[in-house]
Nanobody, 127 residues
Framework: QVQLVESGGGLVQAGGSLRLSCAAS????????MGWFRQAPKKEREFVAA????????FYSDSVKGRFTISRDNTKNTVYLQMSSLNPEDTAVYYC????????????????????WGQGTQVTVSP
């Protein structure tokens, strides 16, 4: 089992940047493929980005591609989400998630494929 704790959220103006971190404890995080989802008020949780266990392959939603970058440091058991060119539509609670199996093009975007979830960190982008 793995525990996930997100940090780095906050309030930022449109056009600004934030970096979210997700620290994994318990079993070595390199066993897990990792992802980020987000949920805005009155909306369903949606996929943002994901990264394979080795970090060699990444996946992004169309809405964040080119603006967000997911990375991982397995020596620190930490996954990052670098967010740039933020806009008010990016306002949401961001959740870190982990999956013990690998990610494939058929499953990386499905919330049900991930087993472990953090508590979330709020990101608010002002106009």
């Amino acid at each position: 089992q793995v525990q996930l704790v997100e940090s780095g959220g906050g309030l930022v103006q449109a056009g600004g940047s934030l970096r979210l971190s997700c620290a994994a404890s318990g079993r070595t995080s390199s066993r897990y493929a990792m992802g980020w989802f987000r949920q805005a008020p009155k909306k369903e949780r949606e996929f943002v980005a994901a990264i394979r266990r080795s970090g060699g392959t990444t996946f992004y939603s169309d809405s964040v591609k080119g603006r967000f970058t997911i990375s991982r440091d397995n020596t620190k058991n930490t996954v990052y989400l670098q967010m740039s060119s933020l806009n008010p539509e990016d306002t949401a609670v961001y959740y870190c998630t982990a999956r013990e199996g690998e990610l494939f093009y058929s499953n990386y975007y499905k919330a049900a494929e991930y087993t472990y979830w953090g508590q979330g960190t709020q990101v608010t982008v002002s106009p």
